[in-house]
C-alpha cells in the first residue's frame, strides 16, 4: 500500500503510528496500491477439516483402547 499526502505530496509505504504523514504530521493522506482480493473459503479445506478431526478422533480412541 501506497500513501500519498496531499499537502505536501510525500508518498511512502507506511504511516506515523497514528496514521499521519511521515513529513508533515498532516493527516490528509492518499492510499494508492493494488486492493486485496476477497479470501476464498474452498470447500477442500472444510473437507482436510473434518478429516483430521476424524482421524483425531480416531487415534485417541485407538489409543484409550475401549
Known amino acids: 500500500m501506497i500513501y500519498t499526502c ?4 510525500y508518498s511512502g509505504n507506511q504511516t506515523s503510528q ?6 508533515c504530521g498532516s493527516h490528509n493522506l492518499e492510499r494508492k ?8 473459503s474452498g470447500k477442500w ?3 482436510i477439516l473434518v478429516a483430521l478431526w476424524a482421524y ?4 485417541i ?5 475401549f
Open 56 to 59: 483425531l478422533i480416531g487415534l
Open 45 to 47: 479445506r472444510v473437507s
Open 18 to 23: 497514528d496514521g499521519s504523514c511521515l513529513a
Open 33 to 40: 496500491g493494488a486492493k486485496q482480493a476477497p479470501a476464498k
Open 6 to 9: 496531499k499537502d505536501c505530496s
Open 61 to 65: 480412541i485407538w489409543k484409550l483402547d
